[in-house]
């Protein structure tokens, strides 16, 4: 069994930035693609970014283009560790943020929430105007 736990949501203003943590314990295989979701009161659940594990190469990443060059995933293999670094936050940023783990390997986009079998309990991000 995997479990996530995100951290790091809070309320800040319109250009702040946050830095949302997700770790990972239990049988992990850092090798899985993690993904970011968010969902906002009365919208569906979609995907903001996702990092894939890339043999012998750096990270592939994803974004939503409504936080491409905004938003930053990383990741610390060592601490099974997520990481999404929130710049230049806009008030529709506003949402629970959950992360997920993918529970196949698959070349299908990142953005595909089915894909995903591990999902954290969510933390909120408020951005006021």
């Known amino acids: 069994q995997v479990q996530l736990v995100e951290s790091g949501g809070g309320l800040v203003q319109a250009g702040g930035s946050l830095r949302l943590s997700c770790t990972a314990s239990?049988?992990?295989?850092?090798?899985?693609?993690m993904g970011w979701f968010r969902q906002a009161p009365g919208k569906e659940r979609e995907f903001v970014a996702g990092?894939?594990?890339?043999?012998?190469?750096?990270?592939?990443?994803a974004y939503a283009d409504s936080v491409k060059g905004r938003f930053t995933v990383s990741r610390d293999y060592a601490k099974n560790t997520v990481y999404l670094q929130m710049n230049s936050l806009k008030p529709e940023d506003s949402a629970v943020y959950y992360c997920?783990?993918?529970?196949?390997?698959?070349?299908?986009?990142?953005?595909?929430?089915?894909?995903?079998?591990?999902w954290g309990q969510g933390t909120q991000v408020t951005v006021s105007s």
């Open positions: 997920a783990r993918r529970g196949v390997f698959t070349a299908r986009p990142m953005a595909l929430a089915q894909d995903y079998q591990y």
């Open positions: 239990g049988r992990t295989f850092s090798t899985y693609t």
């Open positions: 990092i894939s594990w890339n043999s012998g190469s750096t990270d592939t990443t």
